[in-house]
């Protein structure tokens, strides 16, 4: 089996290709209405490892079931983000065509490895669908336990989809986030990083490094630049983080090429912010749509 999928939809000329290592989007190309020559969307650094021994630096990672360093006392042997992200997922070979769109889906379940680390019972399955100008993401997280306890043996968990957008950072603004309540995770102090301040500015840029974490957001976002941009539109992901290293932090990152940094923002839709609750027999779904904004927001 190929450890990468290819996803064609050929009536628009746009393609996503997504590794069974970590079910990460490497690529998603697509055209504009003003454009019919199909452009990458995504940022992978050209120094990413693909060989299964790391995530990728790039594309759409897929985190699950921690956000960051883990906080939940299920999760205290687990990586930073996970699992998710550094697993193989399995893919049965199909590929489904609906001439409008393109989707595959991606499984995982609990192996030898993962249990090793993590006792809970569980199964994902990850939908990537293409169109003429968007890109779809859906995560479902199945608690598979059987039991019958009262309260419900709850399966407790993050995830978020780990969106690298390709765009100037110089010029990028993330809208609507004004008013919005954040962790600035920059902040030098434990205290710092553990207090909350509200968002004043009406676009965010990232010319600064950037890692801040907005809670209980509008779940549908704009990353702009002069000419361009992506809309996000979420569901059932409440938190949305914003990320760029810049030279402060890119430079000590072994797979993240020089001056990369210059050339995405992270804009980061999840549930981290608290932990999901899902009962025996029960699923979740989070879903995230990304789309070309076909008219230029600011002009030059």
Known sequence: MANTILLQNSK?????EIMLYGATVVSWKCPSLADSQPRERLFVSATAIRDGSKPVRGGIP?????????THPEHSKL????????????????????????????????????????????????????????????????????????????LEFQALFHNYIAGPSSEILVTPLKGLSYFDKTEPTDEGRATAKT????????????????????????????????????????????WNPQAEAGSKMGDMEKGGWDNFVCCEPGHVRG???????????????????????RER
Do not use: M
């Open 12 to 16: 628009y000329n746009a393609s996503a």
């Open 62 to 70: 897929v985190v699950f079931p921690c956000f960051g360093p883990p």
């Open 79 to 154: 990586p930073q983000h996970g699992f998710a992200r550094s697993s193989v997922w399995s893919w049965n070979g199909a590929i489904t065509d609906e001439g409008d769109r393109v989707s595959v889906t991606l499984t995982l379940d609990p192996t030898p490895a993962i249990t090793s680390v993590y006792k809970r019972p569980f199964h994902l399955a990850f939908v990537v669908s293409l169109g003429r100008f968007d890109l779809s993401t859906e995560l479902h997280v199945q608690n598979t336990s059987s039991s019958t306890a009262y309260p419900p043996d709850y």
């Open 199 to 242: 968002e004043t500015r009406a676009g965010v840029d990232v010319r600064k490094f950037t890692d801040s974490v907005y809670e209980s957001a509008s779940q549908n976002y704009e990353v702009t630049w002069v000419d361009g941009g992506i809309s996000i539109q979420t569901s059932n992901l409440k938190d949305v983080v914003v």
């Open 275 to 297: 932990f999901e609750k899902v009962a025996p027999g029960l699923t979740w779904v989070g879903k995230q749509v990304l789309s070309v904004i076909q008219a230029a927001r």
